[in-house]
């Protein structure tokens, strides 16, 4: 995918997203006016006249009132949440439709590892300096100096280790559940970086499945499963499921190609296969 592409589909998902916004926010309005105008016919105090002709009339009223009010609520989260995302559109991490997708990753790989061997270093040092407390600046300065930083880095390291975690005597600066952590994610990079490579040199391919045409994408990132005609509801729901999204662009159902794609339309082809949309097989 070019530069161009990517950055008019970034910016093509963000106007679907603030369109979204726009039409729920009518709607709240539409839902508040609404139960205004029923509540404006109410005088002001009336109570509900038990046993009168109108007691059905003014609890049906209240009601609608009630559910307007309730509807317009949520219309109102509903296009914050959509707003939100649309801020976040182009800033939520690094996206594989990005061209330079593999080579920000890497950099972020480097980085990572080199926290990893850095805050290794530290752990060392601490100990070789004897585990000074770190509830008191005596003792740390020969940390300072087997790893080259200022003093104001390890007394910033030192003071997490006092104030922001409970601290035990045997504990490291870092602790092993950082390192397990960072491990994780250093794994999951490499993944990435590897499936990203294998789709570099992929070739396009089509496949007919019968209950579907299976297309790879790799210049769009994307894998598709085009049917003939428009899928039963059941089957439309069996694709979100599996995180197929229509495109009316491609005519498609797709998401982004890689192996959990592949998974997902394997997964679909064996609930179709089994003559039902209603499992996830």
Do not use: C
């Not at 992929?202 to 579907?212: H, I, M, T």
């Not at 192996?259 to 209603?278: N, P, Q, T, W, Y």
């Amino acid at each position: 995918m070019t530069r161009s592409r990517f950055e008019e589909r970034q910016e093509s998902r963000k106007d679907r997203l603030l369109e979204r916004a726009e039409r729920a926010e009518d709607k709240a309005k539409a839902a508040t006016e609404a139960a205004n105008r029923v509540a404006g016919a109410i005088p002001m105090g009336q109570p509900i006249l038990v046993g009168h002709h109108s007691e059905r009339r003014h609890r049906r009223d209240l009601q609608r009132i009630d559910d307007g009010y309730r509807k317009a609520f949520e219309l109102g989260k509903q296009a914050d949440e959509l707003r939100r995302r649309a801020e976040g559109v182009g800033n939520a991490g690094i996206s594989s439709d990005d061209p330079d997708a593999r080579e920000l990753l890497r950099e972020k790989l480097h980085k990572l590892e080199a926290k990893q061997e850095y805050r290794r270093a530290m752990n060392v040092a601490w100990r070789r300096a004897g585990r000074p407390d770190p509830k008191s600046a005596d003792g740390w300065e020969p940390v300072a100096k087997e790893l080259g930083v200022p003093a104001a880095t390890i007394n910033e390291v030192r003071l997490e280790m006092a104030t922001l975690r409970t601290y035990q005597a045997s504990s490291p600066p870092f602790p092993a559940y950082i390192f397990s952590n960072g491990s994780a994610e250093i794994r999951r990079l490499k993944a990435r970086i590897a499936e990203l490579d294998v789709a570099a040199v992929a070739e396009p391919r089509e496949e007919d499945l019968g209950a579907f045409r299976l297309v790879e994408d790799p210049a769009d990132n994307r894998i598709r499963l085009i049917f003939g005609a428009k899928p039963e509801e059941g089957v439309r729901m069996l694709l979100k499921r599996h995180g197929f999204r229509w495109s009316p662009t491609a005519k498609a159902w797709q998401r982004h190609l890689n192996g959990a794609g592949r998974a997902a339309a394997r997964f679909v082809l064996e609930a179709l296969s089994k003559g039902g949309a209603d499992g996830d097989a």
